[in-house]
């Protein structure tokens, strides 16, 4: 079986690339026709020989090539011409020719999502946001994602004379295409102690280029770690097998099932060290084949946490069969699980914390952050949102949502609620002593959308030497619930600080007829006080599983 694998097999990089490409896409299969006996020979050998399943006479009598595949109906199977191959091994290594950008189609051409430093494109001035509509002369509305490549894509050396929006300007920009190679692997530390590694691709280099940026980490005092595999198609096995021994050191990182139905556990292999500290790996959509067979080992085995949505469910080994006439046949030769058997193919690999709505990022720094530092990111704006679905926010919506505000100020005291307040509201606080109006200003009380964390500022007018009339700048959203939050660093007269936070609950009218009236926000000695059997904290069970979960690790 081991003998097997000495073959460089491909593990996927299947066109998942289509959300964020590199200016490789490539062709799913190119017609060879019928006079082309020699090609249309050997693949029918080679499908009928080594494919993962026996294939019909339907299939092996097709007349063309491109007929062979169709029939076959397999997505991952494909002919490459001797110039596709390489773009295809480039696309895996992150080396081609081009101009140096990703890009999304949209109706009026491509998007340019981010640009490639160094790269023609940035030095031409294109960049992340702006709108390409036209390339070689040639209009890119409506075209797909591979005929817009293969019109901005060429030769090295040669030029591309693009038309790009830029925001309201539009530029005509020659743009010359070149080599460009980028890291399959880049680290770096966040928030001072966790070890960063986003892997774009399991190319050639990987696992050389993974170890440097990992020890490069260590050397900075990272205290455990977060993984990004989102958006990562694939790429080889045998890079995916040496990235593994990283966590689960030589056990057991996937089984492979080949025709004959045979199940076969393959080792990872051992780089000498191991990552023992907290990890968390990042999952979604686009995380597929290579990244979920490093994704389920590291689940199985239990060396880490996956973090975010189910994998894509590419389940699947392919081959590289070179042809007579240059070409090479890409084609499926296994199926393979995960180390404790599970199905990938067409499943995926769930995440053991889902997070669908927020930034999986930020939850994750979130999840290996100590309780007070996570509670003090989670009141920002940008770890706002990635809390609040943590600690079942955006679960309990339809239950009890006037108490969602505990997770983000468990020790605050509601002091209001208030229903159908008009969006252009003037928001009263009275005071039960003389305050110093030096305190007051929208970092002591704040207006907080509550579903965003979007700050509203505010203006402040003096009501008396006891009170205070909260201006918003502008108009509140319709249909949402803010909260009007008076933290304690309000300081009476005599600069005395206050015992408590205070928090005002108000949901905004729906739209329609306005609902006059003001409504006054009773102060800090309000009778309605939260009971202490209410207020969560982060190591309650009801406070958020996951960050309780990685707690304790």
Do not use: C
């Not at 200016?23 to 494919?51: C, F, P």
């Not at 060429?154 to 309201?168: A, D």
């Not at 100020?409 to 005071?431: C, G, H, M, W």
């Amino acid at each position: 079986m081991l003998a097997r694998f000495l073959r460089k097999k491909a593990v996927g990089h299947s066109l998942l690339n289509i959300i964020l490409v590199l200016l490789l896409i490539l062709s799913n299969s190119t017609m060879v026709l019928a006079s082309d006996a020699g090609v249309l020979t050997e693949i029918r050998s080679l499908i009928k020989t080594q494919y993962v399943e026996p294939v019909s006479n339907d299939v092996l009598n097709a007349p063309t090539v491109e007929e062979t595949l169709k029939r076959l109906g397999d997505p991952h199977t494909m002919y490459f011409t001797p110039e596709q191959y390489q773009e295809f091994v480039g696309s895996i290594n992150m080396s081609f020719t081009g101009i140096g950008i990703y890009i999304e189609m949209v109706p009026e051409g491509v998007e340019v999502l981010s640009v490639i430093s160094g790269s023609p494109a940035e030095e031409v001035g294109l960049e992340a946001g702006d709108f390409i509509t036209r390339a070689a002369g040639k209009s890119l509305a409506g075209l797909t994602s591979e005929e817009a490549v293969n019109l901005i894509r060429g030769l090295e050396g040669s030029k591309v004379q693009l038309r790009v929006k830029q925001g309201t300007v539009t530029r005509d920009l020659k743009v010359e295409r070149r080599a460009i190679s980028e890291p399959t692997v880049t680290g770096k530390i966040l928030d001072g102690h966790i070890g960063y590694l986003d892997l774009n691709s399991f190319g050639n280099d990987t696992p050389e280029e993974f170890e440097i940026a990992a020890k490069l980490l260590k050397d900075q005092n990272a205290d455990s770690w977060i993984i990004d595999l989102r958006n990562n198609g694939g790429g080889y096995l045998s890079s995916a097998l040496e990235l593994a021994g990283y966590f689960i050191g030589s056990d057991i990182a996937v089984r492979v099932e080949d025709r004959t139905s045979t199940l076969s556990p393959i080792e990872a292999r051992d780089p000498g060290w191991k990552i023992d500290e907290r990890i968390i790996f990042l999952i979604n959509e686009n995380s597929a084949s290579a990244s979920e067979v490093l994704a389920a080992a590291v689940k199985d085995h239990g060396k880490a946490t996956l973090v975010g949505t189910t994998s894509y469910g590419k389940g699947s080994v392919q081959s590289m069969f070179p042809l007579e006439n240059g070409g090479v046949l890409k084609m499926t030769v296994d199926h393979f699980y995960s180390p404790l058997g599970n199905q990938i193919d067409k499943v995926g690999v769930s995440p053991n914390v889902v997070i669908q709505h927020a930034d999986s990022l930020k939850a994750a720094e979130l999840m290996l952050t100590d309780s007070t530092k996570a509670l003090a990111l989670a009141r920002t704006n940008d770890y706002w949102e990635a809390w609040g679905e943590l600690s079942g926010v955006v679960a309990n919506t339809s239950q009890q949502p006037s108490l969602n505000y505990l997770h983000y100020y468990s020790s605050y005291r509601q002091v209001a609620q208030l229903s159908e307040i008009p969006l252009d509201k003037k928001f009263t606080l009275n005071f039960s002593g003389e305050i110093d109006w030096q305190s007051v200003n929208n970092s002591s009380i704040e207006l907080i959308n509550s579903n965003t964390g979007e700050r509203t500022l505010s203006t402040f007018e003096p009501l008396g030497t006891f009170g205070v009339q909260v201006i918003p700048q502008v108009e509140l959203t319709p249909d949402t619930t803010y909260w009007l939050v008076i933290h304690p660093t309000i300081l009476g007269a005599s600069g005395q600080s206050s015992q408590e936070g205070g928090l005002a609950i108000a949901h905004t009218i729906s739209g329609g007829e306005e609902v006059g009236g003001t409504s006054k926000i009773q102060s800090f000695k309000a009778k309605e006080r939260i009971s202490e059997r209410s207020v969560l904290t982060p190591y309650d069970l009801d406070y958020g599983t996951a960050i309780k979960d990685l707690g304790e690790r």
